[in-house]
């Protein structure tokens, strides 16, 4: 398990490495029967809540997770597949203690995931974090995070986002 340490405390990036195409194959599945829904995100596809699958996956995260000393159980966890234009407007996870975005499929680095200050009208600056293939990003729930846009059309980017509750 490789790691990248931004603030361990609040932000850390492990590097999967499973079985990317049993992640593959669950996505196909989901795609196929589930319509999706519009919470954070302005166009692309977010899926319901995910009941099933991405074991391997979700066993990572906890051990990750367990790697500085939080022990976690899996709340929520669904998929976004975003084109080029599609974003996820500035949110928060206020129900978990930590959450998590797994990286399947990224298109460039100008679709980051953007760290915000709690307080944004005070303090502007933030942290950007240009995903790599199968990373997989943990911070507080608490934390104002978004995603912006690549504009490029023929773009996809195909990620996990993932709520854990401390136990």
Not at 107 to 121: D, G, Q, R, S, Y
Request: aromatic content about 12%; some cysteine.
């Amino acid at each position: 398990m490789q790691e990248e340490v931004i603030l361990k405390e609040s932000i850390f990036i492990n590097q999967y490495d499973g079985d990317s195409d049993i992640i593959q194959s669950h996505i196909d599945h989901i795609v196929k029967f589930d319509k999706g829904r519009v919470v954070s995100n302005q166009g692309g596809y977010q899926s319901n809540n995910i009941t099933f699958g991405f074991q391997d996956l979700i066993s990572f995260a906890q051990k990750s997770l367990s790697s500085i000393n939080i022990k976690t159980k899996l709340d929520t966890f669904w998929l976004n597949i975003n084109k080029g234009s599609d974003f996820n407007h500035p949110h928060i996870h206020d129900v978990s203690v930590w959450s998590a975005v797994y990286y399947h499929k990224v298109c460039c680095e100008k679709a980051t995931l953007n760290f915000h200050h709690l307080v944004p009208t005070l303090y502007s600056q933030y942290y950007c974090y240009v995903p790599q293939e199968k990373s997989m990003v943990f911070f507080k729930g608490t934390i104002p995070h978004s995603v912006s846009p690549c504009q490029e059309h023929e773009h996809e980017r195909i990620s996990i986002a993932m709520n854990f509750l401390c136990i």
